[in-house]
């Protein structure tokens, strides 16, 4: 199993910041670890303040809930089976796309948050990183990882 270390997230930001930066978006990204706790962050230039908090609970949410933010969203919905579970833990568990789990031999390792446009545009800057972490994996082998 990979552990997520700083220079595996330092990778996956510099990935994040280069699809988003492809879409046209200034994002602000989080990677935290299996804990849920912050591992890197990286606000693009330009990026919206509010994006710093957001991106980070969105990965924080990714891991505490152990499934993507976005499959939270139709279920908090009024009269939804989850209703009001975003005013949970502080008011940090966030209901909208972006935060994903990164997993490694079907172990959550940590996970990724994006902020900087859509939900839609934050799960594809989001999801091209995890795309790239699953690479890194079957390029190197899990749990041989190193950089």
Not at 25 to 49: E, Q, W
Request: overall charge neutral; glycine content about 12%.
């Amino acid at each position: 199993m990979v552990k997520l270390t700083l220079e595996i997230a330092k990778r996956l930001l510099e990935i994040g910041e280069q699809k988003g930066r492809q879409m046209g978006l200034s994002c602000d990204i989080a990677i935290v670890d299996d804990g849920a706790n912050l591992i890197a962050f990286h606000r693009m230039d330009n990026a919206r303040i509010a994006g710093i908090e957001i991106s980070q609970n969105k990965a924080w949410t990714s891991v505490a809930m152990q499934m993507p933010t976005a499959n939270l969203a139709q279920s908090a919905l009024p009269g939804g089976p989850t209703f009001g579970i975003n005013t949970t833990n502080q008011g940090k568990l966030v209901i909208l796309g972006g935060g994903i789990p990164l997993v490694s031999e079907d172990k959550i390792v940590g996970g990724i948050g994006v902020s900087g446009g859509t939900s839609a545009q934050d799960i594809e800057v989001a999801a091209a990183v995890v795309y790239a972490f699953e690479s890194m994996q079957k390029m190197h082998g899990a749990g041989r990882y190193h950089y």
